[in-house]
């Protein structure tokens, strides 16, 4: 199957809206709210930006420039847990401002690269998933922040499950997603 080419400007669309939506989401929430989880080794709000920004510096404009640069060797392995160090002792304030100032500077970069319809179909290498085009990395970097809205709004609406009485059975939200298995039977952390 031919990869479909993404459109940039819609790409580009939704990156742009990432951190607006998680300040005035988040900004100014009691902590016990930042901090809240859906249980088990599931991540709250603050874990999500922190994940977020390690992203910005190490994921979606390197392993671009690495497809662009003609690599062979396959991207580096992206570690999903970094950060419960990076970001340990900041202030979220701190955090959603870190992570509006890296999407500003990565999307001046996107921008810089001057891609061309031939770029998108451009090929890299995934540790994990084999071989992904340039477009497939960029289409994802855009559903990867809304699939980490969305969980952030999930997990702000569970805080008040109980809360809600019955109307809960009306509220999707507050139902447990369903996770695709992993092949090894447990979750990976190299995305």
Request: charged share 20%.
């Amino acid at each position: 199957m031919t990869p479909h080419k993404p459109s940039l400007d819609n790409i580009v669309a939704i990156l742009a809206r990432t951190p607006a939506s998680l300040s005035a989401l988040l900004e100014g929430l009691p902590q016990a709210l930042v901090t809240v989880t859906e249980g088990g080794n599931t991540w709250s709000p603050y874990d999500v930006i922190g994940h977020l920004i390690y992203g910005e510096r190490v994921n979606w404009i390197p392993r671009a420039r690495h497809i662009l640069a003609g690599e062979t060797r396959p991207f580096d392995p992206f570690d999903r847990t970094a950060q419960f160090t990076q970001s340990q002792g900041k202030e979220l304030s701190e955090l959603l401002k870190t992570f509006e100032m890296l999407r500003r500077e990565n999307l001046a970069t996107l921008a810089g690269m001057n891609l061309t319809d031939t770029d998108f179909f451009r090929v890299g290498h995934h540790p994990e998933l084999g071989e992904v085009t340039l477009g497939q990395l960029l289409a994802t970097w855009a559903v990867h922040d809304l699939d980490h809205l969305g969980q952030i709004a999930r997990t702000l609406a569970k805080a008040h499950t109980s809360a809600v009485g019955p109307w809960g059975r009306f509220l999707s939200i507050l139902k447990d997603r369903q996770h695709e298995p992993a092949s090894n039977g447990a979750g990976s952390n190299k995305a």
